[in-house]
Structure formats: structure tokens, C-alpha cells
């Protein structure tokens, strides 16, 4: 072919495809359908709020240590008097005065510290949980619409109300 009439063909074939019905081709047009039922339509949305509960309670404590050194020098001196009497000889009984008084003062310092010492002293704190509660609440979802188009009836859910009309894309394409 000639570049010439490749030239008039593709000139005559933009024609004819611009002279042709839009439906023709499977555009889409638009339209009005009635509109004949709107409902709308809710979901439950569930939240965790965090809620913070506090209360006041009795709290037991002991103010200070006891710092005496009573336990231990009594336990010493009883100690080393019990040594002193079990041993017979000068030897022994000094052996006896001084292994009883380490012993004794061991043992009395352990019964000081058992006992703990100080005063026992109650106060109010304020103690504080957080915990949490579900919350829900109805929220709009959307709208049911049903409506005509033709002889036939459709339904869709769309985001607003459409009122009494609903604009319709309308598509036309040749059954094959």
C-alpha cells in the first residue's frame, strides 16, 4: 500500500469511530432511577477507656532501728559467767569466761535483731489501680438504599441519604 491511501484509511476509520453512537461503543451514560426505600444503618463500636480507681489504706511500719547494745552486753556478761562456773581449773575457767562471753554475745545480738527494734507506727497512703471499662456506642455505618431503574428493582449501601433520586451509570455494550 502507498503511504497515500494508508493515509486516507486511517483518516476515514477516525471518522466512522468518531460518527459512531457513544452507546455503541460501550460507553457509559447517566440517568435518574426513583429512589423507593432508605434505611439507615448503625454498628457498635467498642472502646477500652482506661479509669483510674484510688483508695486509702492502712500501712504498718516500724520508725527507726533499735541501736542498743544491751542485748549483746547482757548475753556477754551471762555468757561468761556460765563459762566461768563450768570449768574447774584456773586454765579452764579462763578458756570457759571468754569462749562464753563470744557465745553469749552472738546469741544476744541475734534475739535483738529478732525482735527488730523501734516503734510500730501505722499511716493512710493513697494506693491507685488503673483498670479498664469497654465502652460502646451505636456509630452510622451508612444507608441501605433500594431503588428502580427500569422494571427492576436494586439495592446498594451508600456512605449518605440520596434522597428521592439516585443519579444511575448506565452502560450499554452488543450481546455477542
Known amino acids: 500500500m502507498s ?3 494508508k493515509k486516507i484509511v486511517k483518516t476515514v ?12 461503543l460501550g460507553a457509559s451514560t447517566y440517568d435518574e432511577a426513583e429512589v423507593i426505600g432508605v434505611q439507615p444503618v448503625y454498628e457498635t ?8 480507681a484510688c483508695r486509702e489504706e492502712q500501712v504498718t511500719y516500724r520508725s527507726g532501728r533499735n541501736r542498743s547494745a544491751t542485748g549483746p552486753i ?8 556460765l563459762g566461768n562456773a563450768i570449768g574447774h581449773e584456773k586454765s579452764n575457767k579462763r578458756v570457759g569466761t571468754v569462749v562464753g562471753a563470744v557465745l553469749g554475745g552472738s546469741i544476744g545480738a541475734d534475739m535483738s535483731r529478732r525482735r527488730g527494734g523501734g516503734s510500730v507506727q501505722t499511716r493512710t497512703e493513697e494506693v491507685c489501680d488503673t483498670r479498664y ?5 451505636e456509630q452510622l455505618a451508612g444507608y441501605d438504599v433500594r431503588y428502580v431503574y427500569g422494571t427492576t428493582t436494586y439495592q446498594t449501601r451508600m456512605p449518605r441519604d440520596p434522597g428521592a433520586t439516585l443519579r444511575v ?8
Open 74 to 81: 547482757l548475753g556477754a556478761i551471762l555468757g561468761g559467767a
Open 45 to 52: 463500636v467498642s472502646r477500652e477507656i482506661p479509669v483510674q
Open 133 to 137: 471499662e469497654v465502652r460502646s456506642e
Open 13 to 24: 476509520t477516525g471518522c466512522v469511530l468518531l460518527s459512531a453512537p457513544a452507546f455503541a
Open 3 to 5: 503511504l497515500i491511501v
Open 169 to 176: 451509570r448506565v452502560r450499554v455494550s452488543p450481546a455477542e
